[in-house]
């Protein structure tokens, strides 16, 4: 979370940063690193709470006691591998774009994903495996890796979904797809922040 908040707050066009929980002990650490903090309410806290639950939340509690917005930038703490950058430049192309909603994004081409049918086989889901396509003509497509997303208001309300309208995309370095949701996700991502020199 720290490290989101900081990459947040050093951006030249995010004018706010805030945080979102039910936890004590996570507000008063996001306090500490300059966010501010909004108290969630116990239903919409749980592990199966939509995430739109929490910026609809949020962004009520902004526009009453602060002032209006006209753009949203929901950052996942999970997703770390960022740079202050990457917000500024997926700002810029939002505006420029005339976008109304934003995901980050890492290439992929060859990715073939497969899952169990009713029978319990395996059988691939994003292409036919009895005909399998040679790489060079697989045309290239974009994973949201989750990092953060751009929002309007007005899209978020009128669709209780934080993608919606014109939408659009920021592709990011592969290497920042990567996820921090376990112990061994944490060392990876250690040694990526490391590798890459986004730790000192």
Known sequence: MAWSIEQAKESEHISSVWVSSDDPGILEVAKQYGANPIVRPGNIAGDNSPSEHTFIHALKHIEKNVKPIDMMVGIQATSQLRETVDFDKAIDIFVKEKYDSLFSSTKTKDHFVWKR?????MDSVNYDWKNRPMRQIIKEKFMENGSFY??????????NNRLGGKVGTYIMDVYKQQQNDS????KICEL????FGLVN
Not at 183 to 186: G, I, P, Q, R, S
């Open 117 to 121: 049918n009713a029978n319990g086989e």
């Open 150 to 159: 751009l929002f309007t208001p007005d899209i978020l309300m009128k669709n």
């Open 183 to 186: 112990h061994e996700d944490f």
């Open 192 to 195: 990526l922040m490391e590798g």
